[in-house]
Structures are given as C-alpha cells and as structure tokens.
C-alpha cells in the first residue's frame, strides 16, 4: 500500500502539460529548450524528426517513412527545479488529428506558443477551444521577439477579441527584431537582457539585473547600446505598462488556474530568451495533477487508490512486432509494474505488467508511475480502448474521451466486394481505436459508412491500415462536409436537414449529429433553430454495459 504522505509529495512535484500551437509558431525549438534545462540534452534531437533527419529517425508507421513526419504524441519526461515534468507532444502540420485534442484531455495545464508576428492562429485556435472546455490553466509564450513583431498590446487585444481570454503579462519586451533589448520581469522588477545566441549554459547568460522598478533612472545605462534608442524604448514601455495599469487585469492565481486568465511571457526560444524564467515561473503557477469526476464523484489525485484513464492508442509502434501501445494517464494512487487492476467497462481483471515508457523513439519498461504520469501499455488483447478506466480499490468509471468534430469526410467509394466483412471489421476496430469516426443515416445500418476524421491525414493511415492489416484494398471518396454538429433537439424534426445543404446522420452511439458543408450554414442552423443546441463534441456515452 502506497503511503499517503508519499504519494501526496510524489503528486505535488508532478507539472503535466502540452504546448498548442499553430505550425511553425516554434513548438519544436521551444521543447527542445526545455529539455535542455531539463537536463535531457540528450534527447533535444528526439523531439521531432526535422528536414534531413526525418527519414531516419521516426519510423513508427511506414506511412511515417513515406512522408517524412512525425504521427504520434509522444510524451516526454524530465525533472527541473525539483518538479517532475511531464510534455506531452501535440501533433500538429499535417499530422494534426484527433489525437492532438485527445492529448489535452490527459494534461493539468497548456502553454499557447503564438508567433510574435502572427498572433492567434487557426489550429491554436482550435486547440484553445478544446483547453477551454476542459477548464484548463493557459500560460502563454510570445515568440519570437528577435524578428519584426505585431505591437504587444495589439497582441494582447487579440487574445481577447478572438480567444475571448483575459491575460495579465508577467514579463514586457524591451523593443522587438533589431531593437529587441529584452525583457522586463513585472513580478521580480528584474530586467533581463538579450542575446543572441542558442546556448543553454547558464553561465554564458548575463544575470539578470534587479532595478527600482519600471521607472528607474539607472534603466539606460543597465540596458546599454545607444542611449537615445534605449531612452525611447524605455519610454514606449513605460506608455505601455501605465496603460496595463489602468486597462489591464491584474494578476490573480484563482482566475489563472480557472483558465479564465493567461499569464503572459515573452520571449525567442530559438535564441533561448526567456524560456528558463518562463519555465520556473509556469511551474511555480501551474497546477499539480487534478482531480477527475468518475461516476459523479471527484478522484483526487492524492487518492491512495489507484486508478486512470487510457486516452490514445498508437498501433503499430514497432512495425516488426506489430503492436499497439495504449497510453493511459495514472488519475490517482501509484502504478507499480506487474500490479493487479480491473478494467472497468469490461468489469475484469488484469495484471499490468507491459508497461513502457517514451523516449522519441527508445522505449523503455516503466516500473512504477505516479499521478500526472503517462504510462503506455503493450496491448495484444486490444481491449484497451480510448475512454477506458482502469483502477484498484473501489470501482470507478471516468467520464471518458469525448468525441471531436471531424472535418474531412468520405465514403467508401470501391472495395473488393468479397472482402466486405473483412473491410467492416477493420472500419470498425480502427474507429475503436480513434482513427476515424463512422456515422450512417439513421435506420441504414452501416452498409453505407460515412468516415470522419479530425485530419486529412487520418485517411491516409486509414488506407494505408486496412490495406496492410486486413488485407482489403479501398478507395475513398471525399465529400463536401468541413464540420460535425451533435445535436440536442427536442420537437425539431432533424430530416429537415436532409432537404438542405446538410445532411442528417447518426454516430456510432446512434447519438444524432447534423454534417455541414460551410461556417456558415452553421449559424443559419443556429438562428434558425434557436432551440437546438449544435455540439462540436459528442456527449458523453457511459460506456459501461449494463
Ligand atoms: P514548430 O515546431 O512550431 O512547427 O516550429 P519550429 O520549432 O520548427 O520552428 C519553426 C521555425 O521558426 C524554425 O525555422 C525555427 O528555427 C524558427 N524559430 C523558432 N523560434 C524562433 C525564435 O525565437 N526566433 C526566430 N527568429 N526564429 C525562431 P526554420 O528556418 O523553418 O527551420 P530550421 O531550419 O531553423 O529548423
């Protein structure tokens, strides 16, 4: 039995989070930063296969080869300040898919890493919506500050106007591109200044230098270079920070960890400015692993009794081995190697002793995990499914993965007909898996499947899949549909859709969901059916067979 005081100290050091981003915004050079400090140096090189390397280092799926990208989330770990770190990558490019939203169902906190010149962008758009259903905490990184950049404040303005968040900035850029001097730390009333270079030997850095705060007179002559171009910077940013003073929100670490207010840094973390105080500040702020509601109770991390969650599957790993790794995250008590627990949804036991853990591409046997941790389980049974709880003790059930709207859909448009049965079956167990999602017109059965997927690219893996594990051959046919509305109705008859633009449909839960070829016909639905609510997840399904 675990000891309430350990597990309690295991749980406060434990930070898991993920990086949403738009492509290119600089995930990949900001993760590489926070391994270094990490002391995973090492491993920096691992974090995404990039240009010449890509062939070479990621071979998790052919398709991966073919393309020369990296599919899967992989999660790493390391330990600075005494915290224990868990990252969890999103996929993003043309690798985002489901389990991009699926991996922020599995993390206590999310960093928005916005290009400085670009502002919000589309995909950090989308995964923002998915940390914001789920309450999480939002730190934000600007980067870049080293090139011509958009106005600070004209960034913060965005995040409200488009992301509709409250920030409160804990550092302010001095200047940006040629000009850019540094940063200001707001709460330290440190300045900290620029270099340009990669390094992440602490003792090549300038210390930062403590001042009397944002007015004082000595700024210039600490900042350096050409007096008159730092006297006007100075300036610019005390006209900016007065008017944080009377416009903008103060600090507050309840509404922070709400997900109601972004802290903000800024920072270059190609020129690794400002990511080491980013990182000890986030931690500091960021919340340890989280309670989780299962069955209508709340399973706190600190519960002695072990219990988690399963929230990707990743077939394939090990192409020679053809296996499938089930990543669950540990909700509560301590996983020890070769310990018993039960599945909920199928009420059995088991003894979980092929449990890995992730190193880009090592993988290496994980012997005990605390909460906060991802665990990935060899599963030759494939009844770990997305959604499904594990647990010791008293039986509970989380509340599971929700479904997200796809936006690319197809049918089956020609398959070897006498591989039918064949081809359902593989339909059926990779849509099990979360590879795509199956919907049918109602009373149809599924003869006719339309897929959904999160990602073009899902397709891809689809067709690649079920030609070389089931054998069967098939042709997609793309349609015109770009998002999926569930819907909630009462007295609204949903055939009417079928007679417009949209069509009416079923999921595989037999829940009703509305396809939709533009935005735009989304909001006429909206107004035109102001009783119907359009969901962009599916609702929940308790997944337990009564
Ligand atoms: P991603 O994973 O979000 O897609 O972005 P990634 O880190 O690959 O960065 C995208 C590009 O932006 C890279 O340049 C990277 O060097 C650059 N970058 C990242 N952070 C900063 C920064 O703080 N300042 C500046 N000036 N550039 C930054 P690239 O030329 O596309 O790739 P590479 O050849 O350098 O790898």
């Given amino acids: ?44 090189g691992a974090v995404k296969a990039k240009s010449s390397q890509r062939n070479t280092t990621s071979d998790w799926m052919e398709i991966e080869r073919q393309r020369g990208i990296s599919i899967s989330t992989s999660v790493l770990q390391f330990e600075y300040g005494g915290k224990k770190i868990n990252l969890l990558d999103t996929p993003g490019h043309k690798d985002f898919s489901e ?24 995909q950090t758009r989308k995964l923002f919506e998915v940390c914001r259903m789920r309450g999480l905490p939002i730190f ?27 920030s409160t900035p804990v550092s302010w850029p001095i200047g940006m591109g040629e000009q850019f001097k540094g940063i200001y730390d707001r709460r330290t009333e440190e300045l900290l200044l620029f270099q340009r270079d990669g390094t992440a030997n602490a003792k090549n850095r300038l210390a930062p230098v403590k ?14 270079g050409d007096v008159d171009e730092v006297k006007q910077l100075h300036k610019v940013m005390k006209d900016e920070l007065d008017l944080l003073e009377i416009a903008g929100d103060p600090f507050d670490i309840e ?72 990543f669950f995250r540990v909700c509560s008590g301590k996983f020890t190697r070769g310990m018993d627990a039960k599945h909920a949804r199928l009420d059995k036991d088991y003894k979980l002793s092929k449990s890995v853990q992730f190193f880009g591409q090592e993988r290496v046997a994980m012997e005990e995990a605390w909460p906060g ?14 959604g499904d709880t594990l647990y010791a003790g008293k039986k509970i059930e989380f509340q599971g993965v929700p479904r997200f709207s796809p936006e690319h859909f197809a049918t089956v448009a020609s398959s070897d007909p006498l591989k039918r049965k064949q081809l359902k079956k593989g ?50 046919e793309k349609l015109g549909f770009v998002k999926a509305r569930w819907v909630v109705s009462e007295g609204v008859d949903l055939d009417e859709f079928n007679r417009t633009d949209s069509i009416y449909l079923v999921d595989r839960d037999n829940l009703p969901v509305i396809l939709f070829r533009t935005d735009w016909a989304i909001s006429w639905a909206e107004q035109k059916y102001p009783k119907v609510q359009f969901l962009t997840t599916a609702p929940l399904v308790r997944k337990t067979k009564k």
Avoid: W
């Fill in 211 to 224: 001042i009397s705060g944002v007015e004082d007179p000595n700024f210039a002559d600490i900042v350096g």
């Fill in 140 to 166: 934000t990184f600007i980067n870049k500050m080293d090139r011509p950049s958009r106005e600070p404040l004209d960034l913060i303005d965005e995040l409200e106007n488009v992301l509709g968040i409250r």
């Fill in 373 to 386: 941790d991802i665990v990935g389980f060899l599963d030759t049974t494939g009844e770990f499914r997305i």
């Fill in 255 to 326: 509404k922070v960890l709400k997900g109601q207010l972004t802290p903000i840094f800024f920072g270059s973390a190609l020129n690794n400015f400002g990511v080491e105080r980013f990182l000890e500040t986030f931690l500091d702020m960021a919340p340890p692993p989280q309670g989780r509601d299962a069955n209508d109770i709340e399973v706190l991390a600190t519960d002695t009794d072990f219990s988690g969650m399963f929230f990707k599957i990743q077939a394939n790993m090990d192409p020679q081995h053809r296996d499938r790794v089930s």
């Fill in 427 to 476: 339909l059926d167990q990779l849509s099990e898996e979360g590879v795509i999602q199956i919907f049918h017109r109602p009373g149809q059965g599924d003869s006719q499947p339309i897929l959904g997927a999160v990602g073009a690219l899902q397709f891809e893996v689809l067709e690649h899949r079920i030609r070389d594990e089931y054998r069967v051959d098939m042709k997609l």
């Fill in 1 to 44: 039995m675990v000891s309430a005081k350990e597990l309690q100290e295991q749980v406060a050091r434990r930070r898991t989070f993920a990086i949403i981003s738009h492509p290119d915004a600089g995930k990949t050079t900001l993760t590489e930063k926070l391994l270094l400090y990490g002391g995973a140096i090492h491993l920096a």
């Fill in 99 to 122: 389990d991009t939203y699926r991996t922020l169902v599995a993390v206590d906190a999310a960093v928005m890493l916005i290009d400085a010149a670009k502002g919000v962008e589309p």
